[in-house]
């Protein structure tokens, strides 16, 4: 390996051995004269250099003392260089601050802790707080406690991001380089920070009581003041709550904190606060400070303050954790976990709630545990999570094969065992779509394509595994029980959905242009939605009849006991009863789904109808190929065949089909015949009303009150204007995406 | 009337044709090869030794040397970069890495190399 290599790779790994040891030296001269000379002799875009050196490589390089590259031209401008230099030059104080100054030190550094949060290296954010460098340092003691509480807090929120393991280079960057003397400062315990914050706290609040009878400002600073220190402390105890869970309480002491957050918060924002221009003079930030730990071609820009107020978003944050307490209830089948994590889940919106979500699944469900004993009963603390997709598929779909108390099942040849192989292979799959749910979204649509082709190849497996047993429940006479489509909706279930929310996630990112609207609604309502809700359904079906058929061969195998035993297997019935019982029924999915499938109709035939009335401009049609797009939005389900792709020539079918029966299309009407166009049109946008009011009237089933809120004024607001539209057909149509992510209010213009 | 884009048009003909003309055709501008010359024997004698840069800012960077064009811009590989040169004698302070870069020796108070024989490690 020659030298270039050598520096490239320890560039590439980021680490500096070739400085020479302390022992050696060197024995410089100087030939700044001679090497002019020597270069003048060169011809003009000659390059001299060792082998394998290329202009390539030289153009990668540095360029120093330019302003836009070099930054240790940027260095030599910093007011301090370190904490010591602070203190020396008297630019930082240690003592004898004002009340002022405590809160603009406080507000400054929280806002760059959430900058941080929200991406940002740790050296250009948190620790661009010079204090932060030496905390022990410090001799005022209420200065002192905040200091050592930001660091605590920051290591609580690294741990937890790094726990959750969902971020990704842009939404948290954990690996920046962080401030090499924090190694040297121990954070003192939780219970002491929280005492020392109480004290804080308290004589804040003394000094709010002292001066409250008098005039001026102050009282109403201090009592901010108080705020904060109470804000800290209770923020630092509640994320810790994540970092060490244990008991079963956890969830009702995190819910309490986050009341307390939430009014605190409430409180702070609702209180005058300092000026932008008090907050950007504060001393102890020096923005510069940490420059030369940054690799070289880090970007430099860092936004000094927040797009939203500090407290704003610590108020998100909290009403998220609010959300969070909810989850342990709801992890308890893979049915009810999606249904969660894709209606109330997604306001989860920061990264720092994001990885809370899934430390909170993974207290729920062991992924990593493999279960010893499958099938077995469902375990009260932490199911493994064979144990946890053996119990979804049973209550989704009562597969007969994963039943417990069924002993003519070990009769079956192989029964348990390609049961427990399936099972295991779910295991992986279903942990990857959890994991998935918790990154952001645009990562998370591309993870969705990539993990559909693994759902597939399992689908096809689930079937024959179905047409098996269903072989072998006949040979074992265990007549009554069916497991057809018992494995194969599951599977289906779950592919389902993640075909729709990957649509749902590309109308999310805005990734659509209206021109493309159609067919993205028009797959959603005639392809995937409609097989998932009849994909539910025959899986209700399939439930219901294995339940009858397992009670009637149970009551047969009780009649032929004894009486003992009779009240065991009375017992054991019972169980079984509990666990279907307790399985979230269908209703709540299918009701969601119902709803979601109205929509994208009622979408579909209100664009229909606008394509018709020539009232949606596209691109330019020579420009434009309506069949590269619906290739390029749809290319994720090509080659599936559950459900088959639709081609484009089908969907073309379809529009034309429909124009050929109920309504002639609009480009072969002759102009004077305008007028028996109408009924036409007049038909797709009744159908588009009729499929509004039936979503609306479906929302009261399933939808938490803020998306009832949002989506019932979205139906009854396009209902009208749909309605306008068919009997006036001079209006413009915009869409506006204001009231949901995924379906526009119709406005007209 | 006159026309003076045709003119031009036989002016840029003469022009390309002279240039063929002047040009041997069997070397390309670009192959610098096979030129020798004292001051690049020296340049090249030069590579892979350890350079010391004095910044104009009085920054010190020591690098490797590995290229230089006729502009005197030079490129060193894994230079470290010192506040000053006190604090590189002292070597008190960890220097701030920067990798490859490049420096126009017009941007420079002084240049030096070192002459200490050291022995190369293999890779």
């Known amino acids: 390996?020659?030298?270039?290599?050598?520096?490239?790779?320890?560039?590439?790994?980021?680490?500096?051995?070739?400085?020479?040891?302390?022992?050696?030296?060197?024995?410089?001269?100087?030939?700044?004269?001679?090497?002019?000379?020597?270069?003048?002799?060169?011809?003009?875009?000659?390059?001299?250099?060792?082998?394998?050196?290329?202009?390539?490589?030289?153009?990668?390089?540095?360029?120093?003392?330019?302003?836009?590259?070099?930054?240790?031209?940027?260095?030599?401008?910093?007011?301090?260089?370190?904490?010591?230099?602070?203190?020396?030059?008297?630019?930082?104080?240690?003592?004898?601050?004002?009340?002022?100054?405590?809160?603009?030190?406080?507000?400054?550094?929280?806002?760059n802790f959430v900058l941080w949060m929200q991406g940002h290296c740790v050296a250009q954010t948190v620790f661009t707080f010079v204090y932060l460098h030496r905390p022990q340092d410090i001799q005022d003691e209420l200065m002192k406690s905040y200091c050592q509480t930001l660091l605590a807090l920051t290591e609580a929120v690294r741990t937890i991001m790094v726990n959750g393991s969902v971020f990704e280079e842009e939404d948290f960057q954990v690996s920046s380089p962080f401030i090499q003397s924090t190694e040297e400062i121990s954070i003192p315990s939780l219970a002491v920070l929280s005492k020392n914050l109480k004290v804080s706290e308290d004589v804040c609040s003394k000094n709010f009581r002292r001066l409250k009878s008098e005039e001026g400002q102050e009282a109403q600073l201090w009592n901010a003041l108080a705020l904060r220190f109470k804000f800290c402390k209770t923020l630092l105890q509640l994320l810790t709550f994540f970092n060490s869970p244990g008991s079963e309480k956890m969830f009702t002491e995190v819910s309490q904190l986050a009341d307390v957050l939430?009014?605190?918060?409430?409180?702070?924002?609702?209180?005058?606060?300092?000026?932008?221009?008090?907050?950007?003079?504060?001393?102890?930030?020096?923005?510069?400070?940490?420059?030369?730990?940054?690799p070289p071609s880090f970007p430099r820009h860092t936004p000094l303050t927040l797009e939203e107020k500090t407290f704003t978003f610590f108020h998100r944050l909290i009403q998220q954790v609010k959300v969070l307490v909810l989850l342990p209830e709801k992890a308890r089948s893979m049915e009810s976990l999606m249904f969660f994590l894709s209606t109330e889940?997604?306001?989860?919106?920061?990264?720092?709630?994001?990885?809370?979500?899934?430390?909170?699944?993974?207290?729920?469900?062991?992924?990593?545990?493999?279960?010893?004993?499958?099938?077995?009963?469902?375990?009260?603390?932490q199911p493994a999570a064979a144990d946890f997709v053996s119990f979804s598929i049973r209550a989704f779909s009562g597969a007969p094969v994963l039943l417990n108390n069924l002993p003519q099942l070990d009769n079956v040849p192989h029964a348990r065992d390609y049961a427990r192989t399936f099972v295991d292979s779910c295991v992986t799959l279903?942990?990857?779509?959890?994991?998935?749910?918790?990154?952001?979204?645009?990562?998370?649509?591309?993870?969705?394509?990539?993990?559909?082709?693994?759902?597939?190849?399992?689908?096809?497996?689930?079937?024959?595994?179905?047409?098996?047993?269903?072989?072998?429940?006949?040979?074992?006479?265990?007549?009554?029980?069916?497991?057809?489509?018992?494995f194969g909706s599951w599977t289906l279930h779950n592919m389902l959905n993640i075909m729709a929310d990957y649509l749902f996630l590309g109308l999310d990112l805005e990734l659509y242009a209206d021109s493309e609207l159609h067919f993205i609604y028009w797959y959603l309502y005639d392809v995937i939605l409609h097989c998932h809700v009849q994909a539910i359904l025959r899986a209700d079906a399939v439930l219901h009849h294995n339940e009858a058929a397992c009670q009637h061969l149970q009551d047969a195998a009780g009649d032929s006991r004894k009486n003992g035993k009779k009240k065991a297997g009375k017992a054991q019935r019972n169980g079984v009863d509990h666990e279907i019982a307790t399985s979230p029924s269908h209703t709540t999915t299918l009701a969601r789904l119902q709803t979601l499938h109205h929509l994208c109709g009622a979408f579909h035939f209100a664009i229909l109808a606008l394509k018709w009335q020539g009232k949606l401009t596209g691109p330019q049609q020579s420009l434009d190929c309506e069949e590269l797009r619906y290739y390029y939005r749809l290319m994720a389900f090509m080659e599936r065949n559950a459900p088959a792709f639709v081609d484009y020539g089908q969907y073309q079918l379809v529009k034309s089909v429909m124009a050929r029966n109920k309504l002639n299309p609009i480009n072969t009407l002759p102009l004077e015949s305008e007028e028996n166009s109408w009924p036409t049109i007049k038909d797709a946008l009744d159908r588009s009303s009729i499929n509004f009011q039936q979503a609306e009237r479906m929302l009261g089933i399933w939808a938490s009150e803020k998306e009832k809120v949002a989506l019932s004024a979205l139906c009854k607001r396009n209902d009208v204007t749909v309605r306008i539209l068919a009997t006036n057909s001079s209006k413009k149509v915009e869409f506006k995406f204001d009231l949901h992510p995924w379906f526009p209010s119709l406005k007209l213009s | 009337m006159e026309s003076p884009p045709e003119v031009d048009a036989e002016v840029d003909e003469t022009r390309r044709i002279d240039h063929k003309q002047k040009e041997p055709a069997s070397t390309s501008p670009f192959n610098f090869s096979a030129a020798t010359s004292p001051g690049r024997t020296e340049i090249q004698k030069l590579f892979n030794k350890e350079f010391k840069l004095i910044l104009k800012d009085d920054r010190v960077v020591i690098g490797t040397f590995f290229c230089t064009d006729k502009d005197a811009n030079i490129v060193l590989g894994g230079a470290r970069e010192y506040e000053n040169d006190a604090e590189f004698t002292s070597r008190k302070k960890e220097p701030r890495f920067v990798g490859l870069v490049m420096v126009n020796i017009k941007n420079l108070k002084a240049l030096f190399v070192d002459t200490k024989e050291v022995q190369t490690p293999t890779y």
């Open chain 1, 430 to 486: 279903a942990s990857n779509v959890v994991r998935i749910y918790g990154m952001n979204k645009a990562r998370r649509r591309d993870a969705l394509a990539t993990s559909l082709a693994e759902w597939f190849s399992i689908q096809d497996d689930a079937e024959k595994l179905d047409e098996y047993f269903n072989l072998q429940l006949a040979a074992a006479k265990l007549n009554g029980l069916n497991h057809t489509f018992c």
């Open chain 1, 262 to 294: 939430l009014l605190t918060t409430e409180k702070i924002v609702n209180a005058p606060e300092l000026s932008e221009e008090v907050l950007k003079e504060t001393a102890g930030f020096e923005p510069l400070i940490n420059l030369h730990l940054l």
């Open chain 1, 345 to 381: 889940g997604a306001v989860l919106d920061t990264t720092l709630t994001r990885s809370l979500a899934q430390i909170v699944i993974s207290l729920a469900v062991n992924w990593r545990k493999v279960s010893v004993n499958l099938p077995s009963k469902v375990s009260s603390a």
């Open chain 1, 1 to 111: 390996m020659d030298n270039l290599e050598m520096c490239l790779l320890q560039q590439a790994v980021g680490t500096v051995h070739i400085c020479r040891g302390e022992e050696e030296s060197y024995e410089w001269k100087d030939i700044t004269q001679d090497f002019l000379e020597w270069t003048s002799e060169m011809q003009e875009g000659e390059l001299l250099s060792i082998p394998s050196f290329t202009l390539y490589d030289a153009m990668s390089a540095i360029e120093l003392m330019d302003h836009k590259m070099d930054v240790g031209l940027l260095l030599k401008q910093r007011k301090v260089t370190s904490f010591q230099h602070g203190v020396d030059s008297k630019w930082l104080k240690l003592s004898g601050f004002s009340v002022e100054e405590y809160l603009a030190v406080i507000d400054r550094s929280l806002s």
